[in-house]
């Protein structure tokens, strides 16, 4: 796991922690930003990531 939990960041910045495999798939990791619909709408900053079927749910280590 890398990063931390999400928190509030603001009305135009919607963090997130996606699971590894699907950060894998956006090919982001954390500290990355990107637009939900380019142009428009929120960005989304991955906060962390976590590994689904983990024992814990909540992102440790890189902020």
Do not use: K, N, W
């Given at each position: 796991?890398?990063?931390?939990?999400?928190?509030?960041?603001?009305?135009?910045?919607?963090?997130?922690?996606?699971?590894?495999?699907?950060?894998?798939?956006l090919?982001?990791?954390?500290g990355?930003?990107?637009?939900?619909r380019?142009?428009?709408?929120?960005?989304?900053?991955?906060?962390g990531l976590?590994?689904?079927g983990?024992?814990t749910?909540?992102p440790?280590?890189?902020?």
């Amino acid at each position: 796991m890398a990063g931390r939990c999400p928190r509030a960041a603001g009305a135009r910045v919607v963090e997130t922690a996606p699971s590894e495999v699907f950060a894998a798939e956006l090919a982001v990791r954390p500290g990355d930003e990107l637009r939900v619909r380019p142009g428009s709408g929120p960005q989304a900053r991955m906060a962390g990531l976590y590994q689904a079927g983990a024992a814990t749910a909540r992102p440790s280590g890189r902020a």
